[in-house]
């Protein structure tokens, strides 16, 4: 309902205010991850002059999901860090990043051994382009038949590439035993990946590889160790809140007690 400036409605009964409102918060309420039943476009955006969020969507048990990844610009080439879920947005980022920024990747980074992290490692190191993870995501993509790299790191690396920094780190397993998050200190973007829930997300998600009994004491080493963070990055949904890492922590402790002997769900 839209109100001419000026004019005052005749009836303005609490009831009334109260289901308008309501209507009006429902439509106005953000698609949560289960609501996509079509996929959504390939979209780039922008966080700082040179670092940039893509999401590209995939499809789970008959929905589609969007998966974010970053890419960052430096005077050496650009990084990827989680290559686009769908395959058909690979090619097209590497184009995107060659026509609109004049750079070619010189590196991609996987952070799991999930499809939606480590799904482009085969296809850009096809192409030349050297593909990095941890020796534990490595040896969980052998044992899953998933892509791997063509470089094995340890868990805690930090790398300069031009005059970009940034760091990995391991901070337990979570989402999945060999979850990294990554740290870009200049930029102060702290790039969670799955070990992160958005916070519009209301459960944890796929927990077949998952540590729910401690990922929540992992989740409160990250916050202690990256403070004060411009961007906090998840790895699926909405990332503009930075209470993505106590959200995580709150849904945790929500499906620990789930799963307590005699829970009863409300």
């Known amino acids: 309902m839209i109100l001419a400036s000026g004019h005052r409605p005749k009836c303005t009964s609490p009831a009334i205010v109260t289901l308008l409102l309501g209507l009006l918060f429902s439509l106005m309420a953000p698609v949560t991850q289960a609501q996509l039943t079509t996929k959504g476009?390939?979209?780039?955006?922008?966080?700082?002059?040179?670092?940039?969020?893509?999401?590209?969507?995939?499809?789970?048990?008959?929905?589609?999901?969007?998966?974010?990844?970053?890419?960052?610009?430096?005077?050496?080439?650009?990084v990827i860090i989680d290559g686009p879920w769908d395959p058909k947005d690979r090619l097209p980022l590497l184009d995107s990043i060659r026509t609109r920024y004049h750079q070619k990747v010189v590196l991609c980074l996987a952070t799991h051994f999930h499809e939606d992290r480590s799904g482009a490692l085969k296809e850009y190191g096809a192409l030349g382009i050297p593909t990095y993870s941890t020796k534990m995501t490595d040896s969980l993509s052998k044992l899953h038949d998933e892509p791997r790299a063509s470089h094995l790191m340890t868990p805690d690396t930090t790398f300069h590439l031009g005059e970009l920094t940034f760091e990995t780190y391991y901070p337990g397993p979570g989402h999945a035993p060999d979850n990294i998050v990554?740290?870009?200190?200049?930029?102060?973007?702290?790039?969670?990946?799955?070990?992160?829930?958005?916070?519009?997300?209301?459960?944890?998600?796929?927990?077949?590889?998952?540590?729910?009994?401690?990922?929540?004491?992992?989740?409160?080493?990250?916050?202690?160790?990256?403070?004060?963070?411009?961007?906090?990055?998840?790895?699926?949904?909405?990332?503009?809140?930075?209470?993505?890492?106590?959200?995580?922590?709150?849904?945790?402790?929500?499906?620990?007690?789930?799963?307590?002997?005699?829970?009863?769900?409300?």
């Not at 966080?47 to 960052?72: C, I, M, Q, R, W």
């Not at 973007?189 to 799955?194: A, E, F, P």
């Open 182 to 266: 990554v740290w870009l200190p200049r930029q102060r973007i702290l790039y969670g990946g799955c070990f992160l829930k958005s916070v519009q997300d209301n459960n944890l998600g796929n927990l077949s590889d998952a540590s729910v009994s401690i990922w929540d004491q992992n989740a409160r080493k990250l916050k202690s160790r990256f403070t004060n963070p411009r961007f906090i990055i998840v790895g699926h949904g909405d990332w503009h809140s930075l209470k993505a890492i106590d959200h995580t922590i709150d849904l945790v402790q929500e499906e620990k007690q789930k799963r307590k002997p005699g829970h009863k769900t409300q």
């Open 41 to 78: 476009p390939f979209e780039i955006t922008p966080l700082t002059d040179s670092v940039y969020l893509f999401t590209s969507y995939g499809e789970f048990d008959g929905k589609f999901y969007p998966a974010n990844g970053l890419f960052a610009l430096t005077s050496r080439g650009a």
